[in-house]
């Protein structure tokens, strides 16, 4: 770990675990509200709800692309404390409107967008603490909690709303988003080190520099970065369309039924934490950052090719395993961008992928709800994720050659992606500067194949010049 003198704020120094503890806690609170939010959805839009589901994600991703540069170059000159507070904030502030009006809950779940970047100010305030060749293990440890938030608190969730009522879920929800907030005032400390936040103070934002248009087009001056997000965009859209209707999916086109879908969730999820922990350590030290990355984009070509070939249940399962090992994409994508960019844009360039991630999020659910329309598979009755096992098998469930469409296509997207990322350079080749060679390399050999040449670092990686999915 590396600790450049931040300003004493919080408990202990900053580190990766401050840093787990905000990213649980806030998607542990939108894990419990999963069911209580698709009856909401469904009673507030009894007509047409998974369109105007797409249009609600829709726009809160089209915020979200538009906002992640912008903050993450905030937070490279003013800290990341003060956006971390913001972005958690403003992400879980939608959660109590939920039953006082769920009109404003939505609407506010689309303006929310604007903040649901805390990943990539997350992601650069682990850039902060850890040295290069400790990082990817980093931010495999943040996508794993993210995955072990999301094991438990749907079924959680699920039983309270059956036992007590959503009242409580929700209320419960918002003391949990209550306490994540309290943790960052009292208990983070600042990451960024005292003397970038002096020196960079003076020097103002400008538009140009924050704007994501702008940003694009200086991602394609840089071949590297603009590989790594054509990548992380035909990666994720697909992944993104998945987690919209996939368990819809299996509860009416496999028939699983409630109880095995909370089973499925926990399984899928132990074995991602597993993969993102102690299988992206090992394949990073073994084969490299960007064959990590070709790995995990070859499991997803298969998950996404099994779910949308397979029709029986034993099927869904053994793709389940195979999505999980998928898994170790994203944070080794964010650890090969960090490893592009210099220490005072990594807000910048984790706002790049969060970016991407977030237009994703709003373009995969509307594309998927079209190819499923396209080939007549009818995800309609949200309330049959009720714990009614009586529930008659829709239409839907009838065989077809292809039962799952969308995923077979998003197999063909991950294929092009799969292609780009093989013109992906293994190893940057920035510019040396005379302050960068006080650091070693022996240890960065011995945890990256794919390292700088000996007597480098990460901080000889290219500037990226601006800001992602």
């Not at 929800?173 to 600042?190: G, Q």
Request: a negative charge; aromatic letters at 12%.
């Amino acid at each position: 770990m590396k600790h450049d003198s931040p300003v004493q704020q919080g408990i202990g120094k900053p580190s990766v675990y401050h840093a787990v503890v905000v990213i649980f806690l806030e998607f542990f609170a939108w894990g419990l509200l999963t069911t209580p939010m698709l009856t909401v959805l469904h009673e507030t839009f009894p007509k047409h709800t998974f369109l105007i589901n797409g249009l609600i994600q829709g726009v809160k991703g089209l915020l979200s692309f538009m906002s992640a540069p912008l903050i993450g170059a905030l937070s490279d000159v003013w800290g990341r404390r003060s956006f971390l507070l913001v972005t958690v904030f403003f992400t879980c502030a939608p959660i109590p409107l939920m039953r006082l009006s769920p009109w404003w809950y939505f609407a506010m779940i689309s303006v929310s967008g604007a903040f649901s970047v805390t990943f990539s100010v997350i992601f650069a305030y682990i850039a902060d603490v850890t040295d290069v060749h400790e990082r990817s293990t980093a931010y495999g440890l943040v996508s794993a909690t993210f995955a072990a938030s999301l094991v438990t608190s749907p079924a959680i969730g699920a039983y309270l709303s059956a036992s007590y009522g959503d009242n409580l879920v929700v209320l419960l929800a918002t003391l949990i988003a209550l306490a994540d907030i309290c943790f960052i005032l009292l208990a983070v400390p600042e990451s960024l080190p005292d003397k970038m936040r002096l020196n960079t103070w003076g020097a103002p934002i400008t538009w140009e520099q924050a704007d994501p248009i702008a940003s694009l087009r200086k991602v394609g001056q840089d071949t590297t970065v603009l590989l790594i997000c054509i990548t992380v965009f035909l990666s994720y859209l697909p992944e993104a369309g998945q987690y919209s209707s996939f368990f819809l999916y299996l509860r009416q086109v496999i028939n699983f039924s409630p109880k095995t879908i909370a089973v499925f969730i926990g399984v899928v999820g132990i074995l991602s934490i597993l993969a993102q922990t102690l299988f992206l350590t090992l394949l990073m030290r073994t084969i490299g950052n960007k064959n990590t990355v070709l790995l995990g984009l070859g499991f997803q070509i298969l998950q996404l090719a099994w779910y949308g070939l397979g029709s029986e249940p034993w099927m869904m399962w053994a793709a389940g395993a195979v999505a999980a090992m998928s898994s170790i994409t994203f944070p080794a994508v964010s650890a090969l961008v960090s490893r592009s960019a210099d220490p005072d844009k990594q807000g910048l360039v984790q706002g790049m992928i969060t970016g991407i991630r977030g237009l994703c999020n709003g373009l995969g659910p509307a594309l998927y709800g079209f190819v499923f329309f396209l080939f007549n598979v009818e995800l309609s009755g949200i309330t049959t994720i009720q714990p009614d096992y009586d529930i008659p098998v829709q239409a839907a469930t009838q065989k077809t050659l292809i039962p799952g469409p969308p995923f077979l296509l998003g197999a063909c997207t991950v294929v092009v992606a799969f292609i780009v990322a093989l013109f992906i350079p293994d190893q940057p080749s920035p510019p040396a500067t005379p302050c960068q060679t006080s650091k070693s390399s022996a240890s960065l050999a011995g945890a990256h194949t794919n390292t700088p040449l000996p007597g480098s670092d990460e901080d000889f990686e290219p500037l990226l010049e601006d800001s992602t999915v």
